[in-house]
């Protein structure tokens, strides 16, 4: 039998399931190309923070919006690699190298 | 104040459903702490304690030793058989949670991060031996909560909760243990 403590909880749970779980696994399940993603991001970090640069600035570098700027930022999004040729080619870096 | 049950099925882990948050806390913490953008700006508005604390200089850096870090907390919290042994994960708060584990508040860190100590930090009550309450958690830069605003937000966060189960009666086994013993 549950203890007092774990009754209690039960009693007041919420509607909303946690999603923890979920999400956990799906960053688990797409980790091999979420690590690009995630590669592609520290790097443009590294070129703002080189340059002094904030989201919009980079955004008018790159000739793209702020929001576009977010999701390159955020690490999760899947790029082509026509698009992450063009970051490279406006910005002169090497986003990703295969070893 | 309300609970969601991080894991179906497994009673050892909880998390606070504030109202009017669209997710529980761990889950929160977690979005945050896989989203570069979010580090980004968490580590330029924080870039002197990244400096003072930890002698990094470079956001792109600590985007990454979070992300890494994130990676292993998470592994530590959902793998089993450790997640059966959260009092091996979840540590005292400070001192005075270590005298009386009422309630107590405990912290959850990667514990064995190599090259400097790692600062994400989960915040949690101990209900019971092995049963925790996640009320939020934080990039901990400083060597005090009381530091910092969003360190100390967390801090009353957890005071909050801890009051929040105590106004309600709940007590951990041993002391509801002693209780009925008393009686």
Redesign the interface.
């Known amino acids: 039998m549950?203890?007092?403590?774990?009754q209690?909880?039960e009693a007041?749970?919420?509607e909303?399931?946690?999603?923890?779980?979920a999400?956990?696994n799906w960053?688990k399940d797409n980790?091999t190309w979420l690590r690009w993603s995630?590669q592609l991001?520290?790097?443009l970090?590294?070129y703002?923070?080189d340059h002094g640069m904030k989201?919009a600035d980079l955004a008018a570098r790159l000739g793209v919006s702020p929001q576009y700027v977010?999701k390159l930022?955020?690490?999760?999004e899947n790029l082509s690699f026509k698009s992450i040729a063009h970051i490279e080619d406006k910005l002169g870096i090497t986003c990703m190298s295969i070893r | 104040?309300?609970?969601?049950?991080?894991?179906?099925g497994y009673?050892h882990l909880?998390?606070v459903?504030e109202e009017g948050k669209e997710?529980?806390e761990?889950?929160l913490l977690?979005?945050d702490w896989?989203?570069?953008?979010f580090l980004?700006n968490f580590f330029m508005e924080h870039l002197d304690d990244l400096k003072d604390f930890f002698r990094i200089e470079?956001?792109?850096e600590a985007?990454?030793d979070t992300?890494e870090d994130a990676?292993v907390l998470?592994k530590l919290?959902?793998d089993f058989p450790y997640t059966e042994n959260l009092d091996e994960l979840f540590k005292p708060l400070d001192v005075t949670d270590t005298r009386i584990r009422e309630l107590s508040r405990e912290k959850a860190r990667n514990w064995e991060r190599n090259r400097h100590a790692s600062w994400l930090r989960v915040y949690a009550i101990r209900?019971?031996p092995n049963?925790y309450?996640v009320t939020g958690g934080a990039i901990k830069l400083t060597r005090t909560m009381q530091e910092r605003k969003h360190t100390m937000v967390e801090l009353d966060k957890l005071n909050r909760c801890k009051a929040y189960?105590k106004a309600?009666?709940?007590?951990?086994?041993d002391s509801?243990v002693e209780l009925t013993n008393g009686d």
Request: aromatic share 12%; proline share 1%; net charge positive.
């Open positions: 549950a203890g007092r403590a774990i209690f909880l007041h749970k919420s909303v399931p946690s999603r923890f779980v999400e956990a960053r980790e995630r991001a520290i790097t970090m590294g703002m923070q989201r977010s930022l955020s690490g999760t | 104040m309300n609970f969601v049950r991080i894991i179906d009673n909880w998390a459903k997710a529980d761990l889950t977690f979005r896989t989203n570069g953008e980004f470079r956001i792109d985007v990454s992300f990676e998470q919290i959902l209900l019971e049963v309450v189960l309600h009666g709940v007590f951990d086994q509801f």
